[in-house]
């Protein structure tokens, strides 16, 4: 199953709500994640089964969708936010994730 | 709370066996609902699952590298280890060891990750 994430490449500034995309090949119900990563580190997971947000992530992280389009929003971007985040498909293997966007500082 | 650690060559030959291992501290690598994977990253890009596996010794591979990879448990040790044979210089790349506590194919524990260049 392909993720398709879009956009690529976001420039937002402090206070922006950000949304980014995830399509998937072929329906895949709920079963998506979305993690964070920032340079030099691993993933962190925010989001599982679509929209249910990890123990410890801020509220201002939401996920949305089913089937084949999936959205993460970050409702009030913080200095901290600007990272790269990659959706995720956990409905069959091989496991697949998104080719990433990118959320720099304008 | 779970803790990751890879540990191996940061440096292998052309041809030859990749060979890692992730410690789990924290927690048992034998819990009945947890599974534990290979993720790997190469430089500047995206991400790639390589394998998962259940501690009972169930694997799952994915098919692009499936003739080549062996996933493996030492409970005994509370490790798991990643073997990938007959390496190129496309096989550099940042490798991660990962825990999933939920049984549900998200990986909710990372190890910081280890550089594993493949060069003569």
């Known amino acids: 199953i392909q993720l398709t994430q879009s956009p690529s490449f976001l420039s937002a500034s402090v206070g922006d709500r950000v949304t980014i995309t995830c399509r998937a090949s072929q329906g895949i119900s709920s079963y998506l994640a979305w993690y964070q990563q920032k340079p030099g580190k691993a993933p962190k997971v925010l989001i599982y089964a679509a929209s249910i947000l990890q123990s410890g992530v801020p509220s201002r992280f939401s996920g949305s969708g089913s089937g084949t389009e999936f959205t993460l929003t970050i409702s009030s971007l913080q200095p901290e936010d600007f990272a790269s985040y990659f959706c995720?498909?956990?409905?069959?293997?091989?496991?697949?994730f998104g080719g990433g966007t990118k959320v720099e500082i304008k | 709370q779970l803790q990751l650690q890879e540990s191996g060559p940061g440096l292998v030959k052309p041809s030859e066996t990749l060979s890692l291992t992730c410690t789990v501290s924290?927690?048992?690598?034998?819990?009945?609902?947890?599974?534990w994977g290979w993720i790997r990253q190469p430089p500047g890009t995206g991400l790639e699952w390589i394998g998962s596996?259940?501690?009972?010794?169930?694997?799952f591979y994915n098919p692009s590298l499936k003739s080549r990879v062996t996933i493996s448990v030492d409970t005994s040790k509370n490790q798991f280890s990643l073997k990938l044979s007959s390496v190129t210089a496309a096989d550099t790349a940042v490798y991660y060891c990962a825990g999933d506590t939920s049984g549900t194919w998200y990986y909710d524990y990372w190890g910081q990750g280890t550089l594993v260049t493949v060069s003569s």
């Open positions: 995720q498909q956990l409905s069959s293997s091989p496991l697949t």
């Open positions: 596996m259940y501690y009972s010794g169930s694997t």
């Open positions: 924290g927690g048992s690598i034998s819990s009945s609902t947890y599974y």
